[in-house]
């Protein structure tokens, strides 16, 4: 089965698009009324993602980009929800296609850590290490990603206990805090 990427934006022909807009994102940010206060149909990420098998297939993998728009919720930059993986021994690799931005990884002691991202950088998340993006820039942030089509996503633990550290802008450069 064959599709194309563009490389220098990351989109995907044939994706199917989903969006994550600053009302879906109740509690996500620290500042809550920084978030309440702004357009909530304003789009913070985006996710194209090819098909080639069925979410839940044994043994299949999916690829994505996952597009984070740049801006910020108070000091807080633009980010994904973030998750584990459901089935917790499963690896994930990422990849900067554009943009600039950090990965921010939590393992399940609660030890949270970031990686930068540039075009070019290919990250690779342990099992059972929690992850999501932020766009430290001024242009979208595309990432490439490839999982197993099996894995699940928790969503529910991050939304509960959220991650350790934050990347916030402090005196004008993201800082994991
Ligand atoms: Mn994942």
Known sequence: ???????????????????????????????????AAMPQDAIVY???THQAEKEGTPGGLLFGTSFVYPGKVGDEYFMTKGHFHARRDTAEYY????????????????????????????????????????????EILAVGCCWGAD??????????????KRLREVDGAPKLV
């Open 46 to 48: 985006r996710v194209e």
């Open 151 to 164: 894995i699940g996503h928790d969503y529910a633990t991050i939304a509960r206990e959220g991650f350790a």
């Open 95 to 138: 990849f900067c296609i554009a943009g600039k931005g950090a990965l921010i990884l939590m393992d399940e002691s609660g030890k949270c850590w970031a990686e930068e991202m540039e075009p070019g950088t290919l990250h690779y998340i342990p099992r059972s290490v929690a992850h999501r993006l932020a766009n430290t820039g001024e």
């Open 1 to 35: 089965m064959r599709t194309r990427i563009d490389l220098k934006t990351g989109q995907i022909e044939d994706a199917a698009v989903s969006f994550r807009r600053i009302g879906d994102l109740v509690g996500v940010f620290a500042d809550e009324e920084a978030r």
